[in-house]
């Protein structure tokens, strides 16, 4: 594979198990540098060692390059739901340190920046109380911002179907917003995102595929056309 162009403000990465999708996508995010939710950095994730291997290899070629933007793996989730809730618990304990430890305006000023921070931190709590999926919607929701680059690995993972309607609109409202995504993803609801590129990586060098035509689309249609004929044999 020479090169890939990745001009579409969506390009969903999709292929069978084992194919290379996130191995692609982490190669990508890690050559573009782009910081992580949840995870450990990119150049440190012991998990991610191959595919830092592949990124050296990779020259990256910018029309317009953003600041903006991270690299999300569902498996990540969990450790960015935890990391806030740690989070909020260091300033409030900061704040009582502060009050204290200090008297007057010094007091004032240091309780203040820990509560400041503390704010901004409550955000997220519905993360703490919202179930898999809301929390998954709720983090895409205030997380993106106009004019980013953003590498999502398999999104859909917590989202129910109707759940993933609602990330086609986030995702079209952002397109609005200057922002690029590249999806690595198994969803047909996802790929049927209008104006997509779609690269099967099932083939060697990847190609643009329509939705229709892809194994997911044709699959879940046959399955739900005649369910009986694949369980049968069960």
Request: charged share 25%; net charge negative.
């Amino acid at each position: 594979m020479d090169w890939l162009d990745f001009e579409s403000p969506v390009t969903f990465l999709v292929g069978e198990n084992g194919c290379g999708k996130s191995t692609l996508l982490e190669s990508l995010a890690i050559a573009a540098r782009v910081a992580t939710v949840g995870g450990m950095e990119l150049d440190e994730d012991p998990t991610l060692e191959t595919s830092r291997r592949w990124a050296e290899k990779l020259r990256l070629s910018w029309a317009q390059r953003s600041g903006r933007g991270f690299f999300f793996r569902s498996e990540d989730f969990i450790g960015f739901t935890r990391r806030i809730s740690e989070s909020r618990k260091e300033m409030k304990e900061l704040e009582e340190e502060f009050d204290a430890q200090f008297e007057g305006y010094a007091r004032q000023l240091a309780t203040g920046v820990a509560r400041g921070q503390a704010h901004a931190l409550t955000r997220y709590e519905e993360l703490e109380t919202s179930s898999h999926g809301e929390a998954f919607l709720h983090l895409f929701q205030e997380r993106f911002v106009p004019n980013g680059l953003y590498f999502l690995d398999e999104p859909e993972a917590a989202l129910s179907p109707q759940r993933q309607l609602a990330l086609i609109a986030l995702l079209k409202e952002m397109e609005g917003e200057g922002c690029q995504f590249i999806i690595a993803t198994h969803s047909p609801i996802l790929m049927a995102f209008p104006g997509a590129t779609i690269l099967d990586l099932n083939e060697a060098p990847p190609q643009p595929i329509e939705w229709k035509d892809t194994e997911h689309v044709q699959l879940t249609r046959d399955f739900l056309n005649n369910p009986e004929r694949y369980l049968r044999y069960l």
